[in-house]
């Protein structure tokens, strides 16, 4: 499938490695929003939030325990974190792979843009 981030999960393309399992693989996003910004994504392809179902979406729940355990092991989790998934046009969405993005280390602004 051509798709970026099923190849990033497959090694097809290069990417920095943050976190593997059966389920899920974690990498730094090429264009850092914060002193952490790591992507986090499905190793089956899932199009976006729309396209989950009871069926596929264990693996979401699964996404943020990853993530809850690696903002424990980067020493985050006390001071605070955010995790962003963006659908579609309007949520910004330009990888068609469903990701949650990881981000920390700096005050994230709030409302968003
Ligand atoms: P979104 O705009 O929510 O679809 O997020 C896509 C994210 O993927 C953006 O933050 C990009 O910087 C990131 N990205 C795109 N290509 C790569 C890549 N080859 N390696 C790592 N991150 C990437
Ligand atoms: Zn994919």
């Given at each position: 499938m051509d798709c970026l981030f099923c190849k990033i999960a497959?090694?097809?393309i290069p990417s920095t490695k943050v976190y593997e399992d059966e389920q899920v693989y974690a990498f730094l996003d090429i264009e850092p929003q914060a002193p952490v910004h790591i992507i986090l994504i499905p190793k089956t392809?899932?199009?976006s939030a729309n396209a989950l179902t009871e069926e596929n979406a264990g693996v979401v729940g699964h996404i943020y325990a990853v993530?809850?355990?690696l903002a424990?092991?980067?020493g985050f989790a006390e001071k605070g974190?955010?995790?962003v998934n963006n659908c579609g046009e309007d949520g910004g969405q330009t990888v068609g792979h469903i990701h949650f993005h990881l981000l920390a280390g700096r005050n994230l602004?709030?409302?968003p843009g």
């Amino acid at each position: 499938m051509d798709c970026l981030f099923c190849k990033i999960a497959a090694g097809e393309i290069p990417s920095t490695k943050v976190y593997e399992d059966e389920q899920v693989y974690a990498f730094l996003d090429i264009e850092p929003q914060a002193p952490v910004h790591i992507i986090l994504i499905p190793k089956t392809h899932i199009p976006s939030a729309n396209a989950l179902t009871e069926e596929n979406a264990g693996v979401v729940g699964h996404i943020y325990a990853v993530a809850a355990k690696l903002a424990k092991e980067q020493g985050f989790a006390e001071k605070g974190y955010r995790i962003v998934n963006n659908c579609g046009e309007d949520g910004g969405q330009t990888v068609g792979h469903i990701h949650f993005h990881l981000l920390a280390g700096r005050n994230l602004g709030w409302p968003p843009g």
